[in-house]
Antibody, heavy 119, light 107 residues
Framework: EVQLLESGGGLVQPGGSLRLSCAAS????????MNWVRQAPGKGLEWVSI????????YYADSVKGRFTVSRDNSKNTLYLQMNSLKAEDTAVYYC????????????WGQGTLVTVSS | EIVLTQSPGTLSLSPGERATLSCRAS???????LAWYQQKPGQAPRLLIY???NKATGIPDSFSGSGSGTDFTLTISRLEPEDFAVYYC?????????FGGGTKVEI
């Protein structure tokens, strides 16, 4: 069974930084593409970033490009999202989610971690 | 960017009724790489349909997906109480990946 557990969320001031982690189990992590998807309070889903199994390919939504960096450690079955220069509009629940490939359906989701950007 | 427009925004129905949800793409979805998710309050989304018409593991037969190109439909043939939720379509054939705005199915 796919299990994804996010951590690292919290309250941060505008302009600050935060690093999210996602611990994975129940599937072959190194073979899976991994996504970050966020959901602002009361709003819909917004795709943020994807990284291939080998880390050779990474893509970002325009809204976070240049501020967020996705990475992974396949030896630890862990996905990361480094978020810098945070803005109020980055406030959301951040989900990690797996897919079989870059162009593959997102199948498993974590429970999410809340990031609040506020002074 | 492929914009996905879901309609209606809210669907008010009763248990036992049929629900038809629409997802229209601003350009053709590559290889019908279109999925549907169900989300209940406080929960993560759950995959229902992938590749436009394939049911994910454990999804009841009452759920079905259809469509190709730019027009896709999720049908719930007979609503159960647990089906009242928000439904999102998602295309994964072109970067950036995108989601529709959602359709809320309410009693």
């Amino acid at each position: 069974e796919v299990q994804l557990l996010e951590s690292g969320g919290g309250l941060v001031q505008p302009g600050g930084s935060l690093r999210l982690s996602c611990a994975a189990s129940g599937f072959t992590f190194s073979s899976s593409a991994m996504n970050w998807v966020r959901q602002a309070p009361g709003k819909g889903l917004e795709w943020v970033s994807i990284i291939s199994g080998s880390s050779g390919t990474k893509y970002y939504a325009d809204s976070v490009k240049g501020r967020f960096t996705v990475s992974r450690d396949n030896s630890k079955n862990t996905l990361y999202l480094q978020m810098n220069s945070l803005k109020a509009e980055d406030t959301a629940v951040y989900y990690c989610a797996n897919a079989p490939a870059i162009f593959g359906v997102i199948g498993g989701w974590g429970q999410g971690t809340l990031v609040t950007v506020s002074s | 960017e492929i914009v996905l427009t879901q309609s209606p925004g809210t669907l008010s129905l009763s248990p036992g009724e049929r629900a038809t949800l629409s997802c229209r793409a601003s350009q053709s979805v590559t290889s019908s790489y279109l999925a549907w998710y169900q989300q209940k309050p406080g929960q993560a989304p759950r995959l229902l349909i992938y590749d436009a018409s394939n049911k994910a593991t454990g999804i009841p037969d009452s759920f079905s997906g259809s469509g190709s190109g730019t027009d896709f439909t999720l049908t719930i043939s007979r609503l159960e109480p647990e089906d009242f939720a928000v439904y999102y379509c998602h295309q994964y054939g072109t970067l950036p990946l995108t989601f529709g705005g959602g359709t809320k199915v309410e009693i």
